[in-house]
C-alpha cells in the first residue's frame, strides 16, 4: 500500500463538530491536516446545538466565535416548568450573559460543521474514508492510520470518532467503555404553523422519568428535545411521532402543538450512553482523545459539544506534548461529566414522591435565590481558553 508522510502532518479519524475545530485549530498553527469521515457527508446525524459562552470564546481563537454568535439565536428567558404548565425556575438571558462573559446560543449543528469545514483547505476533509490506528507511535516513530487509499503517518493523531470510538479501544483496550445512561432521547427540528418563534419561550419540562424541552431557532423553526426512562434499544411499535404524543400529548402547550407538526421521519431517537468509569489518561503515544471519545457524558447540561471545542483548542495549544493536554483536560471534564450524571438522576427522577419533593425544592430555593440555576454553570461556563501564544495566520504572515 501506499504510504504518505508529512513532517508536520495531523491526521483526525472523525469529521463531527470537535475533529473539525481540532482541525481548524491545527492548521492555523501551521500543520498539514487531513480529517478522515467515514461517513459520504459532513452533514451531521443530530438536531441543534446549545454553545454556551465557554465554547464560543474557544471558538474565538480560531476567529469563529462573532460569526457563530451573528448566525445563532440567542437563548432568551425561560426556565424549568411541570408538565401542567407550572413555572419551578425562571431564568434571565442577562444575568446570564453578565455573569458568564456572553449569551447562550443554539443553532442547528450543520451549520457549525459548514462554517468549520469551510475554514479548512479542500484536500483536508476526505469523506467515504473510515481510519484505523495501527500503531499509536511514540518518541521515535510516527502514529500510523491505515485508511482506503493507503497508511498515512503523522506525528500526531486525533481520535474524534464519537461515543464508540476504535481509537479509544485501540489505545486503552481494557477500558470498559461506555455504559447506558438508563433514557432515551427524541429531537427534532420543524417549522411549526401557527407557532411564531419570537413567542416561543424556551423552557425546559420536568416530569415524572421524563422531560421534554422547546427553543425557537433563529430561522423559523423549533427546536424541541424530549427523554425518557426506557429499556435500551427500545422502539415505538408504531413510530416515534406516535411514542411522543403518548408520552407527552398530554403536557402544557406548547408541547402538543409541536408534535402535531412533526412528521414520524422529523423525529430522531437515540439511547444516551456516558463514560462512567474515566480514561487512565487522554492520550497514549502520539494519538490524542477528544469530545465523545474521551468523556462521552449525558446531555443533562447541555456540555458535551461545548467541551470537544474546548478539548480541539487546548490541544491545539499542547498539542507538542499531549501529557500537558491530558493533565489540562482530564480533571475538568471529569468533573463536568460526573456533575452531568446528577442533575440527569434528578431531572430524570420517577417515583411520584420523589418528584414532589424535587419540584419543591426546585420552586423554593428559586424563589428565595433566583440566581441559583446560573451559579450551578460556575466553574463551567466561565471557563476561558489557554493563555497566548496562540499560533495564527497573522502570526504565521510575520504581523506584529
Known amino acids: 500500500m501506499a504510504q504518505q508522510r508529512s513532517a508536520s502532518r495531523a491526521v483526525i479519524i472523525g469529521g463531527g463538530i470537535g475533529g473539525l475545530t481540532a482541525a481548524v485549530a491545527l492548521h492555523r498553527s501551521g500543520r498539514h491536516v487531513t480529517v478522515l469521515e467515514r ?13 454556551a459562552p465557554n465554547s464560543l470564546r474557544a471558538l474565538d481563537v480560531i476567529g469563529l466565535g462573532d460569526e457563530i454568535r451573528g448566525l445563532a439565536a440567542w437563548q432568551g428567558d425561560g426556565g424549568v416548568r411541570t408538565p401542567s404548565g407550572r413555572w419551578l ?7 446570564l450573559a453578565e455573569r458568564f462573559g456572553g449569551p447562550l446560543v443554539l443553532l442547528h449543528r450543520s451549520t457549525l460543521v459548514d462554517r468549520l469545514a469551510a475554514r479548512l483547505p479542500e484536500d483536508a476533509v476526505r469523506l467515504s474514508s473510515p481510519g484505523t490506528l495501527t500503531d499509536p507511535g511514540g518518541p521515535d516513530r510516527p502514529a500510523r492510520v491505515s485508511t482506503p487509499d493507503g497508511e498515512l503517518e503523522a506525528d ?5 470518532d464519537g461515543i464508540h470510538s476504535a481509537v479509544r479501544r485501540a489505545l486503552f483496550p481494557s477500558h470498559p467503555g461506555p455504559v447506558y445512561a438508563g433514557f432515551t432521547t427524541w429531537r427534532v427540528v420543524i417549522p411549526v404553523p401557527g407557532l411564531h418563534p419570537g413567542n416561543v419561550t424556551s423552557h425546559e419540562t420536568w416530569g415524572r422519568g421524563r422531560i421534554w424541552g422547546t427553543h425557537p431557532l433563529k430561522d423559523g423553526r423549533v427546536y424541541a428535545y424530549a427523554a425518557a426512562m426506557t ?3 427500545g422502539h415505538a411499535p408504531d413510530d416515534e411521532r406516535a411514542e411522543l404524543v403518548r408520552r407527552f400529548g398530554t403536557w402544557h402547550d406548547p408541547v402538543p402543538q409541536v408534535i402535531e407538526a412533526a412528521r414520524p421521519e422529523d423525529v430522531l431517537r437515540h439511547d444516551v450512553h456516558h463514560i462512567a468509569e474515566p ?5 497514549r503515544g502520539r494519538v490524542a482523545l477528544l469530545g465523545d471519545a474521551a468523556h462521552a457524558m449525558p446531555p443533562t447540561l447541555g ?3 461545548n467541551q470537544a471545542v474546548e478539548d480541539a483548542i487546548v490541544l491545539a495549544v499542547h498539542a ?5 493536554y491530558s493533565a489540562a483536560r482530564q480533571p475538568r471534564t471529569t468533573a463536568i461529566a460526573r456533575k452531568a450524571v446528577g442533575v440527569a438522576r434528578l431531572n430524570m427522577m420517577s417515583g411520584r414522591a420523589g418528584t414532589a419533593v424535587r419540584d419543591a425544592v426546585v420552586a423554593a430555593f428559586s424563589k428565595a435565590a433566583p440566581g441559583l440555576l446560573l451559579r450551578s454553570f460556575d466553574g463551567i461556563a466561565d471557563w476561558r ?6 499560533a495564527s495566520d497573522e502570526a504565521r504572515a510575520g504581523t506584529p
Not at 425556575?89 to 444575568?95: I, K, L, N, P, Q
Request: hydrophobic share 45%; charged share 10%.
Open 39 to 51: 461517513a459520504r457527508s459532513l452533514e451531521p446525524v443530530g438536531a441543534a446545538i446549545s454553545l
Open 89 to 95: 425556575s425562571r431564568a434571565d438571558a442577562t444575568a
Open 156 to 160: 500526531l493523531v486525533v481520535g474524534a
Open 231 to 233: 429499556p435500551a434499544q
Open 279 to 283: 480514561l487512565p489518561a487522554f492520550h
Open 303 to 305: 456540555q458535551g459539544g
Open 320 to 324: 507538542g506534548d499531549l501529557a500537558a
Open 385 to 390: 481558553p489557554p493563555p497566548p501564544p496562540y
